[in-house]
């Protein structure tokens, strides 16, 4: 005896938060570890004169895939990060927080990150 | 002696809530449920609460004590050497005083189908199910909600949006399909996947905290979210889910 049922849509019932969710939880893991790093060599350690870096050297390793990585690590996924935890706020506070809101807090993220890896594309090397 | 408040719904008698003081009777051993009985019995029989176990088991005596979801038979005046205010729990109808509508909160319960449903990892029903400790230590701690509504009351996201289906009918859901015997997953993931159901939850946390058996529901909803995602993605990909999201 069969029983046949129509093949339900793969798509159905599925909607984009655990999407937002799974760049917000690497993005948290990138705030924690690498973003106070960079804040600390680049923000204080640095204009200190505390440490040495060479521009030439620093434009070298950065053209580099580890440039990519570092655009992912530092502001890509963060930036995923603040704008899920932003568009969350505007929920809580009830002004907002549905597709309008995500559309603008992760549309915002998207182009930060957009021009962050197309500013490592355009690096000559 | 000492004065409490109890904030008073009495629909016949104004639209209003009220907050009504009373004398009570103090040692260092009165519950904030010895309170409510003694008003009951001695000063106004009208105040309507529930309560029945007195021991933190049966979950009915849930109330807000100075903003905070507590169960009156758990807390006790002596914590309280200020003022004191009793009210209904957060976020739920209020009924009569005390009493709230627990009618959302049992939904969201039904939904997630908290109990063992049977399937390849059941044992031959003429054989009695065997677990190993490790396998029940995986689920043990979220087996021991009461079902007494603190941590609803507690989570804001409830408060805006009461189709959520909330801390304790999530980490009930989560407690099954951690158990070996189960075999009912798929059946609770459609609604753990949607909307209001793990991703409306913001990692507030203050389920946990108020818990009064010590179950971590926020845990539960974010491990929730962890299978929630792989859930999604197989379906995606494979065209049939962990749970068949949204049927």
């Known amino acids: 005896m069969s029983n046949h049922m129509p093949k339900p849509s793969r798509r159905q019932g599925l909607h984009f938060e655990p999407l937002w969710w799974l760049l917000f939880s690497a993005g948290g893991v990138c705030f924690a570890v690498f973003v106070p790093a960079v804040a600390l060599i680049f923000g204080v350690l640095w204009p200190l004169g505390i440490i040495d870096i060479s521009l030439a050297q620093l434009q070298g390793y950065y053209s580099s895939l580890w440039g ?20 969350h706020a505007f ?16 549309g915002t993220a998207a182009v930060v990150s957009f021009v962050a890896i197309w500013a490592w594309f355009m690096l000559p090397g | 002696m000492r004065s409490i408040q109890v904030l008073r719904y009495l629909p016949e008698e104004s639209p209003q809530p009220f907050l009504q003081s009373f004398q009570v009777p ?9 309170a409510l009985n003694y008003i009951k019995e001695s000063l106004d029989p009208t105040l309507s609460f529930r309560w029945s176990c007195r021991m933190a088991i049966c979950g009915s005596c849930g109330v807000m004590v100075n903003g905070i979801p507590k169960l ?8 309280y050497p200020n003022d004191l205010i009793i009210e209904p729990l957060a976020h739920l109808p209020v009924e009569r005083d005390l009493v709230v509508n627990m009618d959302s909160f049992l939904r969201h319960l039904e939904a997630v189908k908290p109990y063992l449903i049977e399937g390849k990892n059941a044992a031959d029903s003429s ?17 021991n909600c009461i079902n007494c509504g603190l941590c609803y009351a507690a989570c804001p996201q409830f408060g805006l949006n009461p189709e959520f289906t909330g801390p304790a009918a999530i980490a009930l859901a989560h407690r099954y399909n951690l158990d070996s015997r189960d075999s009912g997953k798929a059946q609770r993931m459609a609604p753990l ?44 990909f494979s065209g049939r889910a ?4 949204g049927q």
């Open chain 2, 127 to 143: 054989q009695p199910n065997r677990q190993t400790p490790a396998q029940m230590a995986r689920y043990q701690q979220f087996a």
């Open chain 2, 242 to 245: 962990i749970g068949g999201a």
């Open chain 2, 193 to 236: 996947n949607s909307k209001n159901g793990v991703w409306s939850c913001t990692f507030v946390g203050f389920c946990s905290e108020v818990c009064p058996k010590g179950v971590d529901p926020a845990a539960a909803v974010n491990q929730g979210k962890v299978e929630s995602a792989k859930s999604m993605l197989i379906q995606l």
């Open chain 1, 91 to 106: 929920h809580d506070f009830k002004l907002g927080g549905g597709s309008t809101t995500a559309f603008i807090c992760c």
């Open chain 1, 68 to 87: 990519l990585v570092f655009t992912g690590a530092v502001i890509f996924l963060p930036a995923f990060h603040a704008a899920h935890r932003i568009r």
């Open chain 2, 26 to 34: 103090v040692t260092d051993s009165t519950s904030v449920l010895d």
């Open chain 2, 72 to 79: 009156g038979c758990k807390d006790f005046l002596r914590n």
